[in-house]
């Protein structure tokens, strides 16, 4: 009987009472285990971890490496599996070499079936393609000003210029709060409900001053 081999996280400890917590994910993963008539193997948990790295996730790398020939990667969201697209495909391609699938339960995705495949396929491209796209703006942006001798504007929260300042890289600092925000929406809390978390917390904005409900709306809708 083949293996369904679950992975949850959360960024924050904060996150288990206030976001999709580790409890809540578990039991989702659970249930499609039982429902599909796979054996559920073990859950493994990353709490406290950002999704931006997937070499910094222990829990993440013990499941791929338990997974075999016929068994499910079951995660959640993609969101929880990674935020990062490369990270997502490479884990997607990982899975396939082994003989395995991916389940990303919020999104409906199921590699076990070919529309499943396609699916997931077609969400990745699609936002690899936005990124590129977002990436594409910002640089023609800040030449463009460069060559007219002007000041390079704001650069999105969760990013920052490369050392040679020819592109953009992920700032690890701010990709931890963005995906404590994308979080907490996931879990069902308003914005300003956020907000008013965020500062309790004492995470500051880039400025360094309390974050405002603009900025929060800005990142959460990103």
Same mark, same amino acid.
């Given at each position: ?32 285990? +039982? ?31 338990? $997974?075999?020939?016929? &068994? ?18 490479? $884990? ?8 395995? &699938? ?6 409906? $995705? ?15 491209v699609m936002a ?21 001798? !002007?000041?390079? !504007? +704001? ?15 992920? &700032?690890?600092?701010?990709?931890? $709060? ?13 914005l300003r409900a956020i ?6 917390? !004492? ?10 409900? +603009? ?8």
């Amino acid at each position: 009987m083949a293996s369904a081999i679950g992975y949850i996280r959360v960024s924050t400890s904060m996150q288990a009472q206030d976001g999709v917590s580790l409890d809540a994910q578990r039991a989702k993963i659970e249930a499609w285990a +039982t429902l599909n008539d796979y054996a559920l193997g073990e859950v493994f948990v990353d709490a406290g971890v950002s999704g931006s790295k997937m070499k910094n996730r222990p829990g993440l790398q013990s499941a791929l490496n338990a $997974i075999g020939k016929g &068994d499910a990667l079951v995660v959640y969201s993609l969101s929880r599996l990674s935020r990062s697209v490369r990270d997502t495909m490479d $884990i997607s391609d990982r899975l396939s070499k082994s003989g395995a &699938d991916l389940v990303s339960l919020s999104e409906k $995705i199921d590699t076990t079936s070919a529309a499943g495949k396609m699916v997931f396929r077609m969400l990745s491209v699609m936002a690899e393609f936005e990124h590129d796209q977002i990436v594409e703006r910002v640089k023609f942006g800040m030449d463009y000003k460069k060559s007219q001798g !002007g000041r390079v !504007g +704001t650069i999105g929260y969760g990013y920052r210029l490369s050392d040679d300042g020819e592109s953009l890289v992920e &700032d690890e600092a701010e990709q931890l $709060i963005v995906a404590t925000i994308h979080e907490y929406r996931e879990g069902g809390m308003s914005l300003r409900a956020i907000v008013s978390r965020l500062n309790e917390q !004492g995470h500051k904005s880039r400025s360094r001053k309390p974050f405002q409900l +603009t900025q929060i709306a800005r990142i959460a809708n990103g």
